[in-house]
């Protein structure tokens, strides 16, 4: 358990619909990052945010997006779905503002698109 | 645009058997090199590389990188049964203000007893 949380851990949903993907980080990590999962795209990074901004852009699409808030806890929105964003999200987090090297990663919330 | 390729796609063996995965990259800045292991959830941290030339170990499973001709690779011996994981390779480019941590498509390991 690395002490990362996400909800919900399933999602279906149709496509056009709007979803929120809620991200609790390790107590004390400041940064926050958001990757997707596919089986064509393999593992790409989607966001990063440190103590409330956003501080690196990877792949993520117009139609996503992602704040963290004052708790620290982060969520991912993603709108107008389509087939292809059918995933699994997962949730990071570190405790400093470059840890990408130690990054801890929560379990990910599979989500479908029908 | 960065690029990470990780080979083979997929192996099979046996235990005991050891076997090295491979990646090579092209990316723009590098900063850091670094391999993790999938199993059926997420990702776990097995080793970053940043210097060429130095091993990186731990238990049975050690790391090499190679700046120079732009590669990395891992090594497991005495392969075990829940070694059996896809095992990802990422590299680290930090261009200016603009950080990006591109994955390969990993290499799928089947240990069998």
Known sequence: DSGVTQTPKHLITATGQRVTLRCSPRSGDLSVYWYQQSLDQGLQFLIQYYNGEERAKGNILERFSAQQFPDLHSELNLSSLELGDSAL??????SGQGGWETQYFGPGTRLLVL | EDKVVQSPL????????????NCSYEVTN???LLWYKQEKKAPTFLFMLTSSGIEKKSGRLSSILDKKELFSILNITATQTGDSAVYLCAVFDSG?????????KGTLLTVNP
């Not at chain 2, 997929?10 to 995965?21: A, C, K, N, P, Y």
Request: aromatic content about 16%; glycine content about 10%.
């Open chain 1, 89 to 94: 999200y997962f949730c990071a987090s570190s």
């Open chain 2, 10 to 21: 997929s192996l099979v063996v046996h235990e005991g058997d050891t076997v090295t995965l």
């Open chain 2, 30 to 32: 590098f900063r850091s």
């Open chain 2, 96 to 104: 200016g203000s603009n950080y990006k941590l591109t994955f390969g």
